[in-house]
């Protein structure tokens, strides 16, 4: 079930689950496709993401605040709203590697496969364009809160079999929102690596 969000829970999910005095700038559109997360603890780990990336970028040279737009993917034969970052390449930059990642990325919230009857938290898109980009399913996201999944993590793992994607399962008693997305950029890098 869709969990609503205004500013005021967004400075919430800073302030007390992030412990960061960092203000995020959203506008209503992107207010309410962050609204389509199933819960707080999803919405944690979006705005973790999106402050890792500018934490990033910073350290790298990039540009201090990320701009976060709206914008609409079709997937499965389905049409999503997601959340955008314009030019997170910077948050990819590693002090022994001098490359970047996409040249833009998008959060779908509540991504339906479209090879089985099954609902991911997110849906990570890669962008090739910071204008008009063409989006591509780099990997599915699920975030397990401890009290809800902690009795059926065999079944969650069973559930991300088959599949013809990357599925990237958090666990909120050993993932931290902040510090998540550092797996993908990690995955990535081994990835370019290995090419």
């Not at 869709?2 to 203000?23: D, F, G, T």
């Not at 979006?46 to 910073?58: D, M, N, P, Q, V």
């Not at 991504?111 to 090739?128: N, P, R, V």
Request: proline share 6%.
């Amino acid at each position: 079930m869709p969990y609503p969000v205004s500013e005021r829970n967004v400075a919430y999910i800073c302030e007390q689950m992030l412990h960061v005095s960092w203000k995020p700038r959203l506008g209503t559109q992107a207010l309410d496709v962050l609204s389509l997360a199933d819960s707080l603890l999803e919405q944690a780990f979006f705005l973790g993401a999106w402050h890792y990336l500018e934490t990033k970028s910073r350290e790298g040279g990039g540009p201090d605040r990320l701009t976060l737009n709206t914008s609409q993917v079709d997937f499965g034969g389905r049409s999503y709203l997601g959340l955008w970052l314009v030019e997170p390449w910077f948050g990819w930059y590693q002090t022994d590697k001098e490359w970047g990642g996409p040249s833009a990325l998008m959060f779908v919230p509540q991504l339906q496969s479209a090879t089985k009857e099954i609902t991911h938290d997110f849906g990570l898109f890669y962008g090739d364009d910071n204008g008009q980009p063409r989006w591509k399913l780099h990997a599915a996201i699920e975030v397990d809160g401890y009290a809800i999944h902690q009795g059926r993590r065999p079944a969650d793992e069973l559930r991300d079999t088959g599949l013809p994607y990357k599925v990237l399962r958090l666990y909120e008693e050993s993932d931290k929102p902040l510090d998540w997305f550092r797996k993908i950029v990690e995955l990535d890098a081994r990835a370019r690596d290995a090419r």
